[in-house]
Structures are given as structure tokens and as C-alpha cells.
């Protein structure tokens, strides 16, 4: 997905969710209610370069 913050453009990479399972949580107007569950995979940003006042250093998300 392409995105763009103050004139800078950059690509979005969106997690991937894993469906875990089905609940039945209830029952409203005589049709059952359905839950999911979802999980999120922990994800590893990287390292990134930053600037401060002019100074440059690494940042690892």
C-alpha cells in the first residue's frame, strides 16, 4: 500500500494475521454469535537511520 507523510512517500508493509479459531460466545435473536481469534506475528522492523540536529545514528525497532 502506497502512503505518504508530509510530502514523503513510502510503501507500507502490513503484518499478516493468522486466524486462530471459531468461538460461540452467544445467541441473539435465535442466530448464534461468532467470535474470532486472531494472531499477530511479532514482526522485526530493522534498523533505521535517524538525524538529530544534524547528527546521524542507528535506531533498531
Known amino acids: 500500500m502506497q502512503l505518504s507523510y508530509r510530502g514523503h512517500h513510502y510503501e507500507a508493509q502490513l503484518p499478516k494475521l493468522d486466524q486462530d479459531g471459531l ?26 537511520e535517524l538525524t538529530y540536529r544534524g547528527v546521524k545514528y542507528a535506531h533498531e525497532m
Open 23 to 48: 468461538e460461540e460466545i452467544g445467541v441473539y435473536r435465535g442466530a448464534p454469535l461468532k467470535r474470532k481469534h486472531f494472531h499477530l506475528a511479532a514482526r522485526h522492523h530493522g534498523t533505521v
